[in-house]
Every structure is written in structure tokens, then in C-alpha cells.
T-cell receptor
Framework: AQSVAQPEDQVKVAEGNPLTVKCTYSVSGNPYLFWYVQYPNRGLQFLLKYITGDNLVKGSYGFEAEFNKSQTSFHLKKPSALVSDSALYFCAVRVGGYNKLIFGAGTRLAVHP | AAGVIQSPRHLIKEKRETATLKCYPIPRHDTVYWYQQGPGQDPQFLISFYEKMQSDKGSIPDRFSAQQFSDYHSELNMSSLELGDSALYFC???????????????FGPGTRLTVL
């Protein structure tokens, strides 16, 4: 079965420090991977995706993600965290021919001043 | 830029009632997806439509049905509501490029359904 795992329920970092939110995947074939962010009582906002090409993908709001095929990982990173980055982050993988997304359980990022 | 529109944003129903959720995709997007997010859970895929035809089906109860209309908007109809149906229901849309399966799904703000 195709799946996504986010091993950390919560990540805490200090403002200005680098952050990493982890994601590993299990898929057959080439993975199409996505990161979304969800603020309280809001919808899911697209951050970035990996389809093919460079392993380092740059996205919105200064976020980037590194695709590692050997480790089946797609970790989300940002060099310098902001308090406003505090939110719920979901990793997702596209499955099937019509783009259905399978989400990880989500990681709550807390950036403190 | 135009986003996915969902209505209503909040809905309160009694058990055994029916509910209809509406989704208006981003203009020129031809594919609509419905997801259900329970409290503290990740979104779960329910159903999708491409060019007004059902394209995929997930863990959608038989009590629920959905369709996509000629103007590409979609409606999720929910009958015999149960307490466990209380959740945030998201609609997402994408443009299905030729051959193509790398399209990004853009999500609406969701409809919060509360069943009492």
C-alpha cells in the first residue's frame, strides 16, 4: 500500500533557527510528493511539490524540500523560522491516475520567539 | 488570483438530516476532489470528478453522493447524517493536463459540518 509517514507529531524551534519537518514515503513507481500547510480554521495551502528533476525543491514562503530516493524521504526545510510559520504541516503523495492525495498524519510546527 | 470557493462555511445539522455542500473550482480547472478531515486527523479522500464524470472513489459512505455539473462546480450530498460525520470537508481542484498526473490540487477553505 502506498503511504506517507510523518514521524513527529510536533516540532518546536526558536525563531531564526533552521527548521526541518520530516516525511518518509512508501510508493510503487515514481513518487509525486507534496507539502501543504494548514493554519487554524483554514484550508490547506500548497507549499511545494516534487515530480522529477532536482532533488532540492523550492516553494512558497522560503520553504524548500529535499527529495532523497535512497532514504525514501522528502523533508521540509527552512533556513530561518518565523513565528508566523507556526501551523500544521502535511506531507502527501499522489496515487492513482487522477491525482488522489494520501496525506501523512501531520506535524504541528511551533516557532517560539 | 481566484481560489476554490466552498459554501456554506459552517453547517449545523441534526442526526438523520441531510446536507448539501457546494464547491466552485478555480476557473478552467476540470477536476474536483472531496476530502474529509475529522478532528485532529489528516484529510481523507472521498471522491473525485474529471470533466463531470466520477474519476476515483475513496472511503465515501453509501449515504453520501456527489456530482460535478456542466459549469464544473460540484456538490456533495450527505443523507442520514450521523454524529461521526462531523468534520471539515474540503474541496480541491486541479487542471488535468494531457497525460497528466502532476497537477497541483488547490484546496478551498472547507465546510465545517457539525451534526448534533
Amino acid at each position: 500500500a502506498q503511504s506517507v509517514a510523518q514521524p513527529e507529531d510536533q516540532v518546536k524551534v526558536a525563531e531564526g533557527n533552521p527548521l526541518t519537518v520530516k516525511c518518509t514515503y512508501s510508493v510503487s513507481g515514481n513518487p509525486y510528493l507534496f507539502w501543504y500547510v494548514q493554519y487554524p480554521n483554514r484550508g490547506l495551502q500548497f507549499l511545494l511539490k516534487y515530480i522529477t528533476g532536482d532533488n532540492l525543491v523550492k516553494g512558497s514562503y522560503g520553504f524548500e524540500a529535499e527529495f532523497n530516493k535512497s532514504q525514501t524521504s522528502f523533508h521540509l526545510k527552512k533556513p530561518s523560522a518565523l513565528v508566523s510559520d507556526s501551523a500544521l504541516y502535511f506531507c502527501a503523495v499522489r496515487v492513482g491516475g487522477y491525482n488522489k492525495l494520501i496525506f501523512g498524519a501531520g506535524t504541528r510546527l511551533a516557532v517560539h520567539p | 488570483a481566484a481560489g476554490v470557493i466552498q459554501s456554506p462555511r459552517h453547517l449545523i445539522k441534526e442526526k438523520r438530516e441531510t446536507a448539501t455542500l457546494k464547491c466552485y473550482p478555480i476557473p478552467r480547472h476540470d477536476t474536483v476532489y472531496w476530502y474529509q478531515q475529522g478532528p485532529g486527523q489528516d484529510p481523507q479522500f472521498l471522491i473525485s470528478f474529471y470533466e463531470k464524470m466520477q474519476s476515483d472513489k475513496g472511503s465515501i459512505p453509501d449515504r453520501f453522493s456527489a456530482q460535478q455539473f456542466s459549469d464544473y462546480h460540484s456538490e456533495l450530498n450527505m443523507s442520514s447524517l450521523e454524529l461521526g460525520d462531523s468534520a471539515l470537508y474540503f474541496c480541491a481542484s486541479s487542471f488535468q493536463t494531457t497525460g497528466g498526473s502532476t497537477d497541483t490540487q488547490y484546496f478551498g477553505p472547507g465546510t465545517r459540518l457539525t451534526v448534533l
